[in-house]
């Protein structure tokens, strides 16, 4: 039995010289014991090969964790088209990850005078332990309340704010505000409601190009949030305090437009919330749902990769979608942030309650690659954003 990672060398280089595998036999990636984890000098932990680099004046493997910064660069080699580089904590240099190094006749196993000592950083596992996944994390509808969704908002607002300029999170930036905003069109000396508006971000940007902004949103922090920033940059945006579904408070055909930029599937009572901004709407008025696509983004799913350590995200060969009938609140866990608090739902049921609540369908997308990511992502991080869509978009209309 090769090496998972020999075979995926030769297939590019078919004079590289191949090992038999002697780690993580009986996997979907066995590998070699140059392929396979090595343990760091500063945490002492064991890490897959593309996550460690190994530091000629300190003679020390360190892992990506402990590597004071960490980049991806491009220059393909091999089977790859980037490979990754960390700053030693010991020297500052710059060092490839093994598996550049290999390629660049750098790996200490080839290197007199480093190859006993590399033969110890391998780590003695034989196996990759694989624990059963954690179950999706569900709650009776019934014991969700409208509380419950603004507590877990206002426990994620500041980190959630950390990770946005003014164009938003990478996903926004890259992939789905560029269609979101063709769908909405031209919003200048309009009046235009952004359901759930977070911490304002979108409502700044709209309100920069000439629209009448008012916001409203369920988490308090969130709301802080953008009140201060309206505070320092006087858009005139107006902010309420509210769930999308209680906008009592807003007079009927008050709006030219709203927009919903991911949210609907964070709403308890999604279908309230639809009526009222149908309610608020003038005639001929359209609203642009942006919510994480149902079939891919929400409930329990995710990638399967042969070897769960890998640093690339390039090795998932398939995504994964289970229990997609199932309806419900559920926490979900993004990145640093606490488990966020969801609502799961067909992408039918959204189909049908807009209709019954007597939007008419005039627009749909499902964001990849926006013009944007593709001038300014490298071209690995365009062909991830390619596999599946992260969410969909609607323009509805009221007649």
């Not at 189909?351 to 944007?372: I, K, N």
Request: with cysteine; charged share 25%; net charge negative.
């Amino acid at each position: 039995m090769n090496c998972y990672y020999c075979d995926e060398i030769k297939s590019t280089a078919p004079e590289y010289t191949d090992s038999p595998a002697r780690f993580d036999l009986g996997s979907a990636a066995p590998r070699c014991s140059k392929h396979w984890r090595y343990v760091c000098s500063m945490c002492d932990t064991a890490n897959h090969f593309m996550s460690t680099a190994f530091c000629p004046s300190g003679r020390n493997f360190f892992c990506s964790r402990c590597a004071t910064d960490v980049r991806q660069e491009a220059g393909e080699f091999w089977a790859w088209q980037y490979f990754f580089s960390f700053r030693s904590p010991w020297s500052g240099e710059w060092v490839p990850a093994l598996d550049r190094a290999e390629f660049n006749g750098e790996h200490p196993i080839s290197i007199d005078g480093e190859r006993a000592a590399t033969r110890l950083a391998i780590s003695k596992e034989e196996y990759i332990v694989r624990y059963p996944e954690k179950r999706t994390l569900w709650r009776p509808e019934h014991e969700v309340t409208e509380a419950d969704v603004q507590a877990s908002w206002n426990t994620n607002a500041e980190r959630w704010d950390s990770m946005y300029d003014d164009d938003g999170d990478r996903n926004r930036r890259y992939q789905s505000d560029e269609p979101m905003l063709a769908l909405l069109g031209d919003v200048e000396s309009m009046n235009v409601l952004d359901v759930g508006s977070g911490n304002g971000y979108l409502s700044r940007k709209l309100a920069r190009s000439g629209a009448s902004m008012t916001g409203v949103e369920i988490a308090s922090r969130m709301l802080e949030i953008a009140a201060e920033r309206e505070h320092q940059e006087h858009l005139g945006i107006t902010y309420h305090h509210t769930s999308a579904s209680e906008m009592d408070f807003l007079e009927d055909s008050t709006f030219d437009k709203a927009v919903s930029n991911y949210v609907l599937m964070d709403i308890r009572d999604y279908v309230g919330a639809l009526n009222q901004v149908f309610r608020v709407l003038k005639s001929g008025g359209h609203f642009v749902a942006v919510f994480s696509h149902p079939c891919f983004a929400s409930g329990p799913a995710g990638w399967v990769v042969p070897a769960p350590d890998t640093p690339r995200s390039e090795e998932r060969f398939a995504y994964r979608v289970d229990t997609y009938f199932q309806r419900g609140p559920y926490y979900g866990v993004w990145g640093n942030l606490d488990p966020v608090l969801s609502f799961h739902r067909p992408l039918r049921d959204y189909w049908r309650a807009f209709e019954e609540t007597g939007f008419v369908v005039d627009g749909f997308d499902e964001p990849s690659v926006a013009e944007r990511g593709r001038r300014e992502l490298p071209p690995w991080r365009v062909q991830e954003a390619l596999r599946i869509p992260y969410s969909c978009i609607f323009r509805l209309k009221k007649p």
